[in-house]
C-alpha cells in the first residue's frame, strides 16, 4: 500500500497545476471565492469550461471517443483536487457529469453527435428537470407528462429547483409518458430546448440571499419525440444511473479542505479577534479537519478499488451524506468563526462586483450566505434520509 | 497511490481471521476472563510459529520487516476475536521501543526472543498525574556508581504482569541532577522494590500498576546511550494507537454485523425491529461510521513513519475519531439490543466494554482532538 503518487501521477500533477497557473485569471478565482451559492455563475464556469476545453480537459470522466482525456481515476483524482485547491469556477456538471453520460450511455448516434460536442465546448448549457412541487424524495411519483402527437410529445406540467433554468438553453427531464403498473414505469427521458414556446421560468430565492433555483412551467410545450433518450417508459432507469453519477462523483474532501481553510485563515486572523485562542473553535477545526482525512481516505479506497477494476458498492451513497454533513461542519463553522460579523447582511449579487463598501470585510462576504443555503446539501440529490435508506437496503440488507 | 492489499497481506488476513475464527469463540474469551494469566500460552505459541510476533521486527534480528499495515490487519482480525494476548504491549510497543532505542547487543539479546515467543514484553509508561501527557514523567532514576536506582509509580501498563522485560521511563538524573532527559530503563521481572499489582483489564486482558522502591540496576540496563527518549515514545505509542484503530474497527463490525443480524430476527409489534426506519437509518449510521473508522485506522497505519508532526497528527485525528466512534457504535448495538444488550448472558458487552477500554487506553477522543488542535496551531491544513 502507498499513499503517495507515483512518478508519472507526480508529473501530471505539475501539468495540471501548470496548467491551472497559467490560465485561472485573478478575475475568476475572485469570483469564484466569492460565490455563495452550489454553482458559479455561467459567465465565469464556461469561460472556464472553454480554457479546459482547448486543452482537451473538458470532461474527464467521458469516454475517448466523446472527447474524454483518457485519464485513469488516480489522474482524476489529481485532477479535481488542483482545481479545489486553486479554486477554478464550477463548470456545468449539469451538461458534463449529468446528461452527458447518460446520452454517452443511452443515447442514439445522432443525439450523441448533436449533444456531446455542444457541452464539451460550452455552447450548450444544461439545467435538470427532475423534482416537482409534489415529488421530491419520492421522485418516481413526478406528473409532469408528455403525450404523443405525431413525431411530437406536448408536455404539461412543472418542475422545481431547477438550478440555472434561468441561464440554461436545453433542460433533460424525466416527464411521464404513461402509467404503469409501478409508478417507475412509464417514466421517459426527453431533452426540451428551453426556448421552446410554453415555457416560463419563475425565479425562487434561496435563504442565503441567492437566485440559484426557479421553477419551469410547461404549457403544451412540444418536443420532439426524436429528443428522447433511450426507450420510451425506461427513463426511471437512465435516471437513476445518473444520480450516481451525482452522488459519486466521488472527489469532493478537497473542496471540503479549501472551504476549513479560508475558515481557519479567518480564525487565525485579527479580523476575527483571533477566534482560534478559543480552545472550543479550535477543538471543532479539528474535529472538521479529521472528518475530512476520512472522507478523503474513503475517496481513495474507492479509487483503488475502481483502479484494479473492482466495484465499489453502495459507497457513493456514504460518500454523498459525509461530505454533505461535513460541508454543513464547514460552514457552520465559518458562521461561528466570523463573531459580530455574521449579523451583518449583504443582499447585492454578485458578491464579486459590488458597487458600494460592503459592512464586513471582503473575506468573510461568503460565509453567513453559505452557511444558509448549505443547508441545501443534505436535501438536494437525496436527502440524507433517503442516502441512510439506501445504505440499509444496498448495504446492509434491510 | 494504491491502497488495495497485495497478496501477501491478503494471505495475512485471511490467516489471521481464520486462525480468530477457529480458536476465539465465546467459551474461551469466558475461560481467559476468568484466567489468572489472562490469555493463552499455547495460543502465544502459535502466534510465534505463524510468524506474527517476528512481524514487525528488522530481519536481522530474527523478524519479518513488516510495517503498520500489516499489524494493522492482525490487530483487526484481533478485535473481531477480543483476543487477549500480550500482542501490542510485547510487540508493537515493547519490540519497537528496543529496536528504536536499544543498542546492538541490547537489540541481539531481546528482539530473537521476542520474535520467537520465548520473552513477553511491557511498557511502563502512563502515571496518574501525568493523566495522557506522555512528556510528564515523575519517576526518577538517579545514577549510581554500580548503575541506576529508579523510584515512582506506573499505571496502567498493559500486560506487566505477564512480561520477562518491563520497560520503565524515568527522568535522568546525573551526578549534576535533573537531566532533562527521560531514559528507558529495562527491569526484568522479578526485580528486588518492584512491586507488580494487577488486575483483569477492562474488555478482556490484564493491566498492572508498578511500584519502584529504589530499584538497583546495572549500567546496562539503559536502553541505548542515554539520548532522550520522549520523541520515541512519542512515535511508540503513536503507532501503538494505530494497532489499536484498527482492533477498534474489527469489533466495531462484529457489533454492526451481531445488531443487524438481531434487528432482522427480533419482531415485536409483529414485525422485525429492521423494519422501522428509526431502526434502519441508526445501522446505517453505524455502517458509515464503521467505514470512516476503517479509512482512519489505515491512514494511521500509512502515516507512522511520516514527519513527527504529520505522524502525530494522523495519530491523534484516527484515535480520536475512532473512539468517538467506538463509543456510537458500542452504545448503540447494546441500545438496539434492548435489555438482553446490558445482561452477561449476550456477547455484546464484552464487545462494547472492549471499545470503551479503547476510547481509554492513551487518551480519549476529547485529548485527541486536542492534541491535534495543539499540533496544528499555525500550521493552515495542507
Known amino acids: ?398 | 497511490m494504491d491502497l488495495n492489499l497485495s497478496d501477501e497481506q491478503r494471505l495475512l488476513r485471511e490467516s489471521a481471521e481464520r486462525f480468530v475464527a477457529g480458536s476465539y469463540d465465546a467459551d474461551h474469551r469466558r475461560k481467559m476472563a476468568n484466567d489468572p494469566l489472562g490469555f493463552s500460552p499455547a495460543v502465544w505459541k502459535q502466534f510465534a510459529e505463524l510468524g506474527w510476533l517476528a512481524l514487525p521486527i528488522a530481519e536481522e534480528f530474527g523478524g519479518l520487516g513488516g510495517g503498520a499495515v500489516e499489524i494493522g490487519i492482525l490487530t483487526e482480525a484481533f478485535g473481531r476475536g477480543l483476543v487477549s494476548e500480550p500482542y501490542i504491549a510485547t510487540v508493537v510497543l515493547g519490540a519497537a521501543l528496543v529496536e528504536r532505542c536499544g543498542g546492538t547487543v541490547q537489540k541481539q539479546a531481546i528482539l530473537p526472543k521476542v520474535a520467537d515467543g520465548s520473552l513477553k514484553l511491557a511498557f511502563a509508561h502512563s502515571e496518574r498525574a501525568a493523566r495522557f501527557d506522555l512528556a510528564k514523567v515523575a519517576t526518577i532514576a538517579n545514577k549510581t556508581a554500580q548503575g541506576w536506582r529508579l523510584s515512582g509509580s506506573k499505571v496502567a501498563v498493559l500486560d506487566g504482569h505477564a512480561a520477562g522485560e518491563i520497560i520503565v521511563s524515568a527522568h535522568i538524573h546525573d551526578y549534576q541532577g535533573p537531566s532533562g532527559r527521560i531514559g528507558l530503563f529495562l527491569v526484568p521481572a522479578k526485580t528486588p522494590s518492584v512491586a507488580v499489582s494487577d488486575y483483569e483489564r477492562l474488555g478482556g486482558g490484564r493491566a498492572c500498576n508498578i511500584e519502584l522502591s529504589d530499584v538497583q540496576l546495572p549500567q546496562a540496563a539503559l536502553l541505548g546511550d542515554g539520548h532522550d527518549a520522549l520523541p520515541a515514545i512519542e512515535w511508540a505509542v503513536d503507532r501503538a494507537m494505530a494497532a489499536l484503530d484498527a482492533e477498534a474497527v474489527g469489533i466495531m463490525q462484529v457489533l454492526l454485523e451481531t445488531t443487524l443480524e438481531y434487528t432482522k430476527i427480533r419482531k415485536q409489534f409483529g414485525r422485525p425491529l429492521s423494519a422501522n426506519q428509526v431502526i434502519r437509518h441508526r445501522l446505517a449510521d453505524m455502517a458509515v461510521q464503521v467505514d470512516e473508522s476503517r479509512s482512519m485506522a489505515l491512514r494511521a497505519a500509512l502515516k507512522v513513519d511520516a514527519n513527527p508532526v504529520e505522524r502525530a497528527r494522523a495519530a491523534s485525528g484516527a484515535k480520536a475519531k475512532i473512539g468517538r466512534c467506538a463509543r456510537f457504535i458500542g452504545e448503540q448495538s447494546i441500545q438496539l439490543h434492548g435489555g438482553m444488550g446490558v445482561t452477561e448472558e449476550l456477547e455484546v458487552g464484552a464487545y462494547f466494554k472492549r471499545l470503551v477500554a479503547f476510547d481509554t487506553l492513551f487518551g480519549g477522543s476529547a485529548h485527541h482532538y486536542g492534541r491535534h488542535a495543539q499540533l496544528g496551531r499555525n500550521v493552515v491544513p495542507a
Request: aromatic fraction near 8%.
Open chain 1, 1 to 398: 500500500m502507498d499513499l503517495s503518487f507515483n512518478t508519472e501521477e507526480r508529473a501530471f500533477q505539475d501539468e495540471v497545476r501548470g496548467f491551472i497557473a497559467k490560465n485561472l485569471t485573478e478575475e475568476m478565482k475572485r469570483a469564484t471565492a466569492l460565490t455563495p451559492s452550489v454553482f458559479s455563475d455561467p459567465d465565469i464556469g464556461m469561460a472556464w469550461q472553454r480554457t479546459l476545453h482547448k486543452q482537451g480537459w473538458g470532461a474527464p470522466g467521458w469516454p475517448v471517443e466523446h472527447g474524454g482525456p483518457d485519464w485513469t481515476p488516480a489522474q482524476r483524482w489529481i485532477f479535481e483536487t488542483e482545481s479545489a485547491r486553486a479554486g477554478v469556477p464550477n463548470v456545468n456538471v449539469m451538461g458534463v457529469k449529468m446528461v452527458g453520460p447518460v446520452i454517452i450511455g443511452f443515447g442514439s448516434p445522432e443525439q450523441k453527435n448533436f449533444y456531446l460536442p455542444r457541452i464539451l465546448s460550452g455552447e450548450d448549457y444544461w439545467c435538470q428537470g427532475y423534482s416537482e412541487p409534489g415529488s421530491g424524495s419520492d421522485l418516481s411519483s413526478l406528473k409532469t407528462r408528455a403525450v404523443r402527437d405525431g413525431d411530437d410529445y406536448i408536455i404539461n406540467g412543472t418542475k422545481i429547483w431547477t438550478t440555472h433554468a434561468h441561464h440554461a438553453n436545453r433542460m433533460f427531464a424525466l416527464v411521464r409518458t404513461s402509467d404503469g403498473p409501478r409508478q417507475q414505469d412509464g417514466i421517459s427521458f426527453v431533452l426540451i430546448d428551453m426556448n421552446a414556446p410554453g415555457i416560463t421560468t419563475r425565479p425562487i430565492l434561496t435563504i442565503g440571499g441567492d437566485h440559484e433555483v426557479n421553477q419551469v412551467f410547461f404549457d403544451d410545450v412540444r418536443v420532439p419525440v426524436a429528443n428522447r433518450v433511450g426507450e420510451e417508459g425506461k427513463g426511471w432507469t437512465y435516471g437513476k444511473y445518473l444520480l450516481e453519477f451525482e452522488r459519486g462523483s466521488g472527489i469532493a474532501s478537497a473542496k471540503l479542505r479549501e472551504g476549513l481553510k479560508a475558515i481557519a485563515e479567518l480564525a487565525e486572523s485579527d479580523l476575527t479577534g483571533r477566534a482560534i485562542d478559543s480552545p472550543d473553535i479550535a477543538t471543532r477545526i479539528s474535529e472538521v479537519e479529521v472528518d475530512i482525512d476520512a472522507l478523503e481516505m474513503t475517496e481513495l479506497r474507492v479509487l483503488s478499488a475502481l483502479q484494479t477494476g473492482q466495484n465499489p458498492g453502495a459507497v457513493s451513497s456514504i460518500l454523498k451524506l459525509r461530505n454533505s454533513e461535513i460541508r454543513q461542519a464547514v460552514t457552520r463553522l465559518g458562521a461561528d468563526v466570523i463573531g459580530h460579523d455574521a449579523l451583518a447582511v449583504e443582499p447585492m449579487r454578485p458578491l464579486y462586483r459590488l458597487n458600494h463598501e460592503p459592512a464586513m470585510p471582503e473575506e468573510m462576504l461568503t460565509v453567513v450566505p453559505e452557511y444558509l443555503n448549505g443547508r441545501a446539501y443534505t436535501i438536494f440529490g437525496g436527502t440524507s434520509e433517503i442516502q441512510r435508506d439506501i445504505i440499509a437496503k444496498m448495504m446492509l440488507g434491510i
